[in-house]
T-cell receptor
């Protein structure tokens, strides 16, 4: 089992640029979660999908953030335009039962 | 006050000691409780999960939930240097069987001294 796959692993971009983070969940899992981790705030839920449908996006900080899940094996998190305060590690996780969420390796985003 | 409180540490103990890690929470509606381990620059790895109050044991790890006190614990017996990591507690509401997002503590940094 390949686990949750995220790309890119590192992203450095300038303020104002568009950033797209990608996630491939574990095959057969029907729930997908996007989290953000910072030293100040810890690990926070941004949005999650059940069966490709967004269920709760209340954690998305601003309209600059958007997420899609066009099919069961792919999701994107987009930030447009990016700002320095968006610098963080972004994790994708997937689940079948809901409790056992398996995390990817994360994307370390730096916005200068 | 955050929903989940966790002492950030660092907590430093000698190899072989019993480690106790704890979290408190404020939302009495939380039903599922988990512990994740996170090594530096890696994703969180699920260690244990429990439903409602009680104990659960898995090898050297024991998870304990006391809903009346809104307090959960993770015990590590015979601690090893490889246990050095950040330990995150997490919890979620009951949502009728569907998946739901997790609320995390900020993590405790644990150091096991050889």
């Amino acid at each position: 089992d390949a686990g949750v796959i995220q790309s890119p692993r590192h992203e450095v971009t300038e303020m104002g640029q568009e950033v797209t983070l990608r996630c491939k969940p574990i095959s057969g899992h029907n729930s997908l979660f996007w989290y953000r981790q910072t030293m100040m705030r810890g690990l926070e839920l941004l949005i999650y999908f059940n069966n490709n449908v967004p269920i709760d996006d209340s954690g998305m900080p601003e309209d600059r953030f958007s997420a899609k899940m066009p099919n069961a094996s792919f999701s994107t998190l987009k930030i447009q335009p990016s700002e320095p305060r968006d610098s963080a590690v972004y994790f994708c996780a997937s689940s079948l039962s809901g409790n056992e969420q398996y995390f990817g390796p994360g994307t370390r985003l730096t916005v200068t | 006050q955050k929903e989940v409180e966790q002492d950030p540490g660092p907590l430093s103990v000698p190899e072989g000691a019993i480690v106790s890690l704890n979290c408190t929470y404020s939302n009495s509606a939380f039903q599922y409780f988990m512990w994740y381990r996170q090594y530096s620059r890696k994703g969180p790895e699920l260690l244990m999960y429990t439903y409602s109050s009680g104990n659960k044991e898995d090898g050297r790890f024991t998870a304990q939930v006391d809903k009346s006190s809104k307090y959960i614990s993770l015990f590590i017996r015979d601690s090893q240097p490889s246990d050095s990591a950040t330990y995150l507690c997490a919890m979620r509401l009951y949502s009728g069987g569907g998946a739901d997002g997790l609320t995390f503590g900020k993590g405790t940094h644990l150091i096991i001294q050889p």
